[in-house]
């Protein structure tokens, strides 16, 4: 079983759509939790972090069940410029940072 | 800017033949680590390096080495490339004991 792991989609929604994408982890010890993005051929990006209480940022929201041990991402009236393969990544200590396999997203006009 | 860079961005090799792959940074980060991505896989820890001179394997080293001789660079070495090995290299620093990684662009390799 991986340690992270993610539907790998891909999600195909409409402009304007709300999508979610899940991801679980199987280290009850995992720390810090993030959302990174990562576009076709191009380097990951730090999207956010994710907090215990969840936490929002313009159309996008994160939140972290600590019991389920799974972490969410909704995105909210999708533009095509989201479209990107989103990571999920799990930290349980400094050296540490383990990263799920992506979900790949397209918004089509 | 603050940016980490690699270098080659493309390379296309055959087995057997070293080669390095050059990573630096500038923004005076503690840790740089080097990852691979696959297909499927995700990325995975190849080698980091909480500071100059102090180096350790992550979870798929076998096959390459690293040096940290200086804060700023970090080369990834492959003394014997192999077929397997053809993958996406990023390299990536954070400030030590903070989460937040910058990567560098890539590096695509072929091994043939």
């Known amino acids: 079983r991986k340690e992270v792991e993610q539907d790998p989609g891909p999600f195909n929604v409409p402009e304007g759509a709300t999508v979610a994408f899940n991801c679980t982890y199987s280290?009850?010890?995992?720390?810090?939790f993030f959302w990174y993005r990562q576009d076709c051929r191009k380097e990951p990006k730090l999207l956010m972090s994710v907090y215990s209480s969840g936490n929002e940022d313009g159309r996008f929201t994160a939140q972290l069940n600590r019991a389920s041990q799974y972490i969410s991402l909704l995105i909210r009236d999708s533009k095509l410029s989201d479209s990107a393969t989103y990571l999920c990544v799990v930290s349980y200590n400094n050296n540490d940072m383990r990263f799920g396999a992506g979900t790949r997203l397209t918004v089509k006009p | 800017e603050a940016q980490v860079t690699q270098n080659p961005r493309y390379l296309i090799t055959v087995t057997g033949k070293k080669l390095t792959v050059t990573c630096s940074q500038n923004m005076n980060h503690e840790y740089m680590s080097w990852y691979r991505q696959d297909p499927g896989l995700g990325l995975r820890q190849i080698y980091y390096?909480?500071?100059?001179?102090?180096?350790d394997k992550g979870d798929v080293p076998e096959g390459y080495k690293v040096s940290r001789k200086e804060k700023r660079n970090f080369p990834l070495i492959l003394e014997s490339p192999s077929p397997n090995q053809t993958s996406l290299y990023f390299c990536a620093s954070r400030v030590f004991g903070t989460d937040t990684q910058y990567f560098g662009p890539g590096t695509r390799l072929t091994v043939l």
């Open positions: 390096s909480m500071n100059v001179e102090v180096t």
């Open positions: 280290n009850s010890a995992s720390q810090s």
